[in-house]
């Protein structure tokens, strides 16, 4: 199930990306701030609340997810959740480090904007500003998974 679920959503976001015409075709040009998530423990919480899967408290975790093909999300300040379909400077299909490098900061980018589904999905055009990790939350709720820390903050 989890398989075809990954697998649907990384066709999904495929498919809107090269075939336009398939997606919305009123893509609004946004600017949004927020975090970068592992939409799989955010949405799944298999690894705890929204407060525990945010942050340093689940940044390794979310680089594994992010490597592993889990779909990248931007969660924005207010809550809502954008599906990054393409990240600035990317090729859509090519397995790149930048969506790691990335992975728990908080950014400010502009891009476009779909809605399918009632699914929020982004297409980065720019990153404005990246803020790195600003949720230092280990503290609180430990590491999640236990035993993995980002290095910088330990």
Request: aromatic content about 8%.
């Amino acid at each position: 199930m989890f398989k075809r679920l990954i697998g649907g959503l990384a066709f999904a976001a495929a498919t809107m990306v090269a075939q336009p015409s398939l997606a919305n075709t009123s893509a609004k040009l946004i600017e949004i701030k927020g975090e970068v998530i592992d939409t799989w423990c955010y949405f799944s919480g298999v690894m705890g609340g929204e407060d525990a899967v945010v942050g340093s408290a689940h940044h390794t975790c979310a680089l594994w997810c992010a490597a592993g093909g889990i779909p990248v999300g931007v969660r924005t300040e207010e809550g809502e959740v954008f599906m990054v379909l393409k990240y600035e400077g990317e090729d859509v299909l090519e397995k790149t480090d930048t969506l790691m490098e990335v992975q728990s900061d908080i950014i400010s980018a502009k891009g476009l904007h779909y809605v399918r589904d009632g699914v929020n999905y982004i297409v980065v055009e720019n990153v404005i500003a990246n803020d790195g990790i600003q949720v230092l939350n280990h503290e609180d709720y430990g590491s999640v998974p236990p035993n993995s820390f980002p290095k910088n903050y330990q």
